[in-house]
């Protein structure tokens, strides 16, 4: 399962980024692509930086960020729960699975527990109607989720995000 490490200095990375991808405009979503692959966001404060290298204004290229739905504009959380909400999953106990998740990690879908470890998003099919309800904890896909299994899942994912953070 994947834990999303801490990543390293946005400036930085920006920088190189910006050397690799030239000061063409045509270079503005690549570039915004490779840096929130490298940092899995797209840092407000790195905006004007990226803004001047493109000799853009700031508001050019914040609406860009905010138009494309794929970029976010904050960090993510180290561990994304994805439960699905198509009908198949929800015919299943999808509903009762996603306000008992809610319940578990404190926030609604698109929200963060309080920690900020965790992230509930909707997913619209993973393929397993077969076998739904259904989730994906970070690259992990899991099937027939009754709350019991979530909370069994999700104790051992947030024991691994506790060692990651302990290692470094």
Known sequence: MHIQPNPPDPAAILADLCAHHGTRQDQLLPLLHALQDRLGYVPPAQVQAIAQHFNLSRAEVHGVITFYHDFRSEAPAQ???????????????????????????????????????????????????????AMTIGDAVFARVTPARFDAVLAEVAHEVTQTAEAV
């Open 79 to 133: 561990c994304v729960v994805k439960l699905c909400r198509a009908e198949a999953c929800q015919s299943m106990g999808g509903d009762r699975l996603l306000d008992h998740a809610q319940g578990v990690l404190g926030c609604g879908l698109h929200g963060r527990s309080a920690d900020g470890k965790f992230a509930l998003e909707p997913v619209y099919c993973l393929g397993l109607c077969a076998s739904a309800p």
